[in-house]
């Protein structure tokens, strides 16, 4: 007997002693059946029971908002600035046109304001005054002024012309210079101490053109009568002589 044969018995031995209790296992227990009993079938179209609730449809969730990353892109930056400079510009641009807008109304209104107190001073076309012809008169009368007190000191030098041509002025332009002394005062009213010394002066004129009037009335009464006088002493004379 050879030593191979025996060795290949013993180890075909242990394999199937594994084979035969891994069977005993898993042997069934119970018959299987290839159909299900009859008693156990259920029809496909029983009703379902009414103790199973409806489904109920939950809300779907709402989708979350893209997390943008911490970090700006270079693209994101580009446009920041871009917005910035536009609204920069457009504001800058606004600024410019409404003060420009101001700046124009105020100068029309200045203009209407100055036209308007330029046409308020002439004279009413019912006074029959004419500017033309009195103005020239009155820039001759100041010019005379000036002619007869060359020769003065510094102060008839530049107070003659003055005074001639506003006399003149009162004497031909009379409605004209109404208007021009009452547009004085009301600037005048603005400043109440320029306004007190206007009233003050204006008194003191008034007051020694009145005297001065009624000075020149009692000087040609005298007059008169030291006239009548002399021409009844002559006349007595003549009178005698003949």
């Not at 010019?143 to 506003?166: D, E, H, Q, W, Y």
Request: no cysteine; hydrophobic share 45%.
């Amino acid at each position: 007997m050879s030593f191979r044969p025996m060795f290949q018995q013993r180890a075909i031995a242990p394999i199937a002693a594994s084979l035969l209790a891994g069977g005993i296992a898993f042997y069934p227990k119970r018959t299987a059946f290839a159909e299900e009993p009859l008693d156990s079938r259920k029809p496909i179209y029983d009703d379902f029971p009414a103790d199973i609730p409806e489904p109920t449809l939950k809300p779907l969730p709402a989708p979350e908002a893209p997390v943008s990353s911490s970090s700006p892109t270079p693209t994101d930056i580009l446009t920041a600035q871009v917005r910035r400079a536009r609204l920069f510009l457009y504001d800058n641009s606004l600024a410019a046109e409404t003060g420009f807008n101001n700046f124009l109304s105020r100068a029309l209104h200045i203009e209407n304001a100055f036209t308007n107190t330029i046409a308020s001073l002439a004279p009413s076309p019912e006074s029959g005054e004419q500017l033309i012809p009195g103005g020239v008169y009155v820039v001759v009368s100041a010019m005379a002024g000036s002619i007869v007190s060359r020769n003065r000191g510094i102060f008839l030098r530049a107070t003659s012309p003055l005074a001639f041509g506003t006399i003149a002025a009162w004497s031909l332009l009379p409605v004209t210079m109404r208007n021009v002394s009452d547009l004085v005062w009301e600037y005048e009213k603005r400043v109440p101490a320029l306004a007190e010394n206007h009233l003050l002066a204006r008194e003191k004129a008034e007051y020694i053109w009145h005297t001065g009037i009624a000075h020149s009335g009692m000087a040609r009464m005298k007059m008169e009568d030291k006239i009548g006088e002399a021409r009844q002493k002559l006349e007595e004379l003549v009178s005698k002589g003949h």
